[in-house]
Antibody, heavy 119, light 109 residues
Framework: EVQLVESGGGLVKPGGSLRLSCAASGFTFSSYSMNWVRQAPGKGLEWVSSISSSSSYIYYADSVKGRFTISRDNAKNSLYLQMNSLRAEDTAVYYC????????????WGQGTLVTVSS | EIVMTQSPATLSVSPGERATLSCRASQSVSSNLAWYQQKPGQAPRLLIYGASTRATGIPARFSGSGSGTEFTLTISSLQSEDFAVYYCQQYNNWPPVYTFGQGTKLEIK
């Protein structure tokens, strides 16, 4: 069974940093592109970033470019999102999602981790 | 950026009836269109990809159609568990810049 479990969310002050993790199991992690998608409270879905299976290709939404860094460790079956210079508008539930081969739909999603940016 | 527009924002339908949800792209996305279902407090679930292919385990009452800029998700006979928010997503760009519609809330009439 495919499982994606996010962690690392919490309350952080504007300008602060946070690192999210996503632990994957039930599939060959190193064969899949992975993604981060966020959802602000009561709002819709917003794609944040994607990384190819070997980390060769990395893409960001304009809203986070230069502030967020996506990475992965295939030996640990883990995906990461380093978030710096956080703003109030980054407050959201962050989901990791599997995408077989970019560009592609996201076929499995984690349950999400909440990031709140507030003073 | 390709803008995805869903209509209506809210759709009220009785159980057992048919629901039709629309999604329009600001430019052609070919058939690179997916539909997701999201229930309160849950992650989105992939329903349809390639505009019309049901994902694994999705019941046959869900169907998708369209290509280019106009797409439709049809739920043929609504069950209680189908009342949720539905999002469309395009994945046509290279390099990938994925965009979602704003969602349609399907509520019980």
């Amino acid at each position: 069974e495919v499982q994606l479990v996010e962690s690392g969310g919490g309350l952080v002050k504007p300008g602060g940093s946070l690192r999210l993790s996503c632990a994957a199991s039930g599939f060959t992690f190193s064969s899949y592109s992975m993604n981060w998608v966020r959802q602000a409270p009561g709002k819709g879905l917003e794609w944040v970033s994607s990384i190819s299976s070997s980390s060769s290709y990395i893409y960001y939404a304009d809203s986070v470019k230069g502030r967020f860094t996506i990475s992965r460790d295939n030996a640990k079956n883990s995906l990461y999102l380093q978030m710096n210079s956080l703003r109030a508008e980054d407050t959201a539930v962050y989901y990791c999602a599997r995408g077989p081969l970019a560009p592609s739909p996201f076929d499995y999603w984690g349950q999400g981790t909440l990031v709140t940016v507030s003073s | 950026e390709i803008v995805m527009t869903q209509s209506p924002a809210t759709l009220s339908v009785s159980p057992g009836e048919r629901a039709t949800l629309s999604c329009r792209a600001s430019q052609s996305v070919s058939s690179n269109l997916a539909w997701y279902q999201q229930k309160p407090g849950q992650a989105p679930r992939l329903l349809i990809y390639g505009a019309s292919t049901r994902a694994t385990g999705i019941p046959a009452r869900f169907s998708g159609s369209g290509s280019g800029t106009e797409f439709t998700l049809t739920i043929s006979s609504l069950q209680s568990e189908d009342f949720a928010v539905y999002y469309c997503q395009q994945y046509n760009n290279w390099p990938p810049v994925y965009t979602f519609g704003q969602g349609t809330k399907l509520e019980i009439k």
